[in-house]
């Protein structure tokens, strides 16, 4: 909540991490970031934590003419973790 609080306002912004919920989507760590980024869409909603959890996650809050893309990478490079990775198309 105090991360939140920290990035209030309307300034474009890309907030991505291990956020270790471990109830996934549904996880009150989520959901409470989620409202925070209303316009982030999830396109991805695979594993991302040794193809068990999904712990991992990328929100945006971009201006409507952005178009931002995401997908969670197929290797994980050696981690534990499959790194999400965006794309973010400027008009």
Do not use: C, K, M
């Not at 990328?58 to 499959?82: I, N």
């Not at 999400?84 to 198309?89: M, Q, R």
């Amino acid at each position: 909540r105090g991360l939140i609080q920290q990035l209030e306002g309307d300034t474009p912004l890309v907030l991505g991490g291990d956020f270790n919920t471990w109830f996934g989507f549904s996880d009150r760590a989520f959901r409470e970031t989620a409202r925070a980024f209303p316009g982030t869409r999830v396109t991805d909603r695979r594993a991302t934590f040794r193809g068990l959890l999904r712990l991992d996650h990328l929100f945006y809050r971009v201006p409507e003419a952005w178009r931002v893309t995401w997908r969670r990478a197929e290797d994980a490079y050696g981690s534990d973790h499959h790194p999400l990775i965006a794309t973010i198309d400027l008009p």
